[in-house]
């Protein structure tokens, strides 16, 4: 079997127990590259549709990514061709980008973060498991999911009263032209101007859900409002003076977990298995974390306990200053610049991970510690 792959898939090596894997960059892959492959795997940056299969040998496409914006599924069924995703692969890679951007914003306006309204805009894989972690942590939240209200009922409020009632909002919704609820600019110039002094925005999900034109003009207009993008229209070329506009800006590697990588890799070898009916011959297993263990006294304060803690595996801080030094030279330098952001990206654990150890904590050290989903 004749397998193409992108490579910054991390664990190719399970496949190769199969066929002969190759291995090429994402952003290359053409209907030349993909000669006679029969399987091709793929991230969110090769658009999967019928000008790059027409023709071919493939028989199965995996994506090791959580969305399918950038497969034609219907093109894929109508050929006969299976294919699978990676949802929730890496969802908690995500909760910990927003937890770190949630920490930065308010040492830079001084606030509270227990103090503020959140709301969240999808529930899907992502945006439930922030939920989840934001009210484990016992701050006031409001959800926005009209697909999953309709389908479920349940507490969850229409985006205009979300925008006009929280200090921060966060979007995680697929990104979807038609359907019950066209997700395309989402967030326009209307919307914007729903948002209430001083609030945030965070956009981890896909950059078209946001009117990233509507956003520049607005932030030109309103500084009291902080901007926390990791994904763009049109990226690889990003605008860059909206990135100037943002308080933290990155190259969509809010997900960029190694866990959440693995777990990306793993799903779609099980699925590969399962579509051509072969057993599995390998598994993939997690690298030991290279920070042991911490301890906490047993009287730190919560706030203090929840900035180590987060910190301790990731702060957006530095990657927003990597992605800032890509922004420069012509529009084939930035592109490049960030990809080689991505590529290159340095290995980023998950907050569950850690091994905390703390003898008695009082209860709301332990309840924020148990929010975080850390095992003590």
């Known amino acids: 079997m004749r397998i193409l792959a992108d490579e910054n898939i991390p664990m190719l090596e399970v496949f190769e127990q199969h066929g002969e894997l190759r291995r090429v960059a994402g952003r290359s892959l053409d209907r030349a590259v993909l000669a006679d492959a029969e399987v091709l795997l793929v991230r969110s940056v090769t658009q999967v549709d019928q000008t790059l299969l027409a023709g071919s040998q493939v028989k199965f496409v ?39 951007a949630l920490l930065t914003l308010a040492e830079r306006d001084g606030v509270s973060l227990a103090q503020r309204c959140y709301g969240v805009v999808g529930a899907g894989q992502v945006g439930s498991r922030l939920v989840q972690v934001l009210r484990g942590l016992g701050w006031q939240v409001l959800v926005c999911d009209p697909p999953r209200q309709q389908r479920e009922g349940g507490d969850y409020v229409d985006l205009a009263t979300l925008l006009e009632r929280c200090d921060v909002v966060s979007l995680h919704t697929p990104l979807t032209a038609l359907g019950d609820w066209p997700t395309q600019h989402l967030i326009g110039a209307e919307q914007l101007q729903r948002l209430t002094v001083g609030s945030w925005l965070i956009n981890a999900s896909r950059g078209a859900v946001l009117d990233n034109q509507a956003l520049k003009q607005f932030l030109a207009q309103r500084s009291d409002v902080r901007a926390v993008l990791d994904v763009w229209e049109g990226e690889p070329l990003v605008d860059v003076e909206l990135a100037q506009h943002c308080d933290i800006a990155t190259a969509h590697i809010g997900g960029y977990s190694l866990d959440g990588k693995i777990r990306g890799t793993e799903q779609i070898y099980q699925a590969f298995c399962q579509n051509f009916a072969v057993p599995a011959k390998a598994t993939i297993e997690f690298p030991a974390q290279t920070l042991l263990s911490m301890q906490l006294a047993a009287h730190t304060p919560v706030a203090d306990a929840l900035r180590v803690l987060c910190r301790a595996v990731y ?21 490049a610049g960030f990809d ?27 309840q924020m510690i148990m929010a975080l989903g850390i095992v003590i």
């Open 315 to 335: 702060d957006p801080r530095s990657d927003d200053a990597a992605f800032r030094l890509s922004l420069q030279g012509d529009a084939d330098a930035r592109r």
């Open 62 to 100: 995996g994506t090791c990514t959580i969305g399918t914006d950038h497969l034609d599924l219907d093109y894929l069924a109508a050929q006969g061709i299976g294919w699978a995703s990676a949802p929730g692969c890496n969802a908690r890679g995500v909760v910990d980008y927003v937890l770190g």
């Open 340 to 366: 080689q952001v991505r590529k290159n990206y340095p290995v980023r654990r998950e907050i569950p991970d850690l091994q905390v150890q703390v003898s008695q904590p009082h209860d709301d050290l332990r």
